[in-house]
């Protein structure tokens, strides 16, 4: 379960009902600019918002074996999240706290405080932690750069940018006013990181229902399905480490 937790730490961050996605916004026309197109999808970014999903389900494959596991997930804004996984049973098997530079997880199976820095979750899975802010079809820029590559194909605008040591392909798609995929890589194409996003639903952000992620490079994929989420979310984070409890650095 530890691994699949991790997994689902880095990919995870989001928010409503479950009707599926009708387009509040028209669709482009060619004269329309890209750059317009790039600043209505940022509108939708979640990262800004604060938000409780109240029922996720996450399923891991990694070398033709499948787990599964039900979340629940806080995110307080600007940085406080707090993760309950669970397994079929509904028995909890990890409450887990993360700041930008904290993280605690009560591993409840094995009576364990673990504690690090979020640099640790990278290290162990190899997995960027940038990615948490991508993880629901939000779109990241490099504001320090400002630097981009971009193409319109047909009804979808295609943005390639430098970040953080890695290269961000977005596809986007102004009909949802969100990205529609993303691929990170590095120079080695068999590197690369996949995710997609599909099922968009009607809330003010457009959030998916289904996020889909494949790493070439460690042979796995996971899919996540959002059942229940509210956004804006006005609620508090508090983190109760588990008594009695060993405490241990995350490796």
């Not at 026309?29 to 940022?42: A, L, P």
């Not at 700041?99 to 960027?128: A, F, H, S």
């Not at 009909?175 to 529609?180: A, C, E, L, P, T």
């Not at 790493?215 to 996971?222: A, F, K, L, P, Q």
Request: hydrophobic share 35%.
């Amino acid at each position: 379960m530890r691994k699949a937790l991790i997994i689902l730490l880095l990919i995870l961050n989001c928010g409503c009902t479950a009707k599926r996605f009708e387009s509040s916004i028209s669709t482009t026309s060619d004269e329309e600019s890209i750059e317009r197109i790039i600043n209505e999808v940022r509108k939708n970014n979640l990262i800004e918002e604060s938000f409780f999903i109240e029922k996720g389900d996450f399923s891991m494959t990694n070398n033709n074996e499948t787990s599964r596991f039900i979340f629940t997930e806080k995110f307080e804004k600007p940085d406080k999240f707090l993760l309950s996984i669970r397994n079929g049973t509904g028995i909890e098997g990890a409450r887990v706290y993360i700041t930008k530079d904290t993280v605690l997880i009560n591993d409840r199976i094995q009576k364990k405080l673990l504690y690090g820095k979020p640099e640790d979750l990278e290290k162990i899975m190899g997995l960027p932690y940038f990615i948490i802010n991508i993880a629901f079809g939000d779109l990241l820029m490099n504001e320090d750069s400002g630097k981009y590559e971009s193409e319109r194909i047909k009804n979808q605008v295609i943005l390639i940018q430098k970040y953080n040591g890695r290269v961000l392909e977005f596809v986007l798609d102004p009909n949802v006013g969100k990205v529609k995929s993303i691929v990170c890589s590095s120079r080695m194409q068999k590197e690369a990181i996949i995710l997609k996003f599909s099922k968009f639903r009607i809330n003010e952000k457009h959030i998916p229902g289904v996020i889909e992620m494949r790493d070439n490079d460690r042979n796995v994929s996971v899919k996540i399905r959002l059942e229940r989420v509210q956004v804006p979310w006005n609620g508090k984070i508090e983190f109760i480490p588990g008594n009695g409890y060993t405490k241990e650095k995350i490796k």
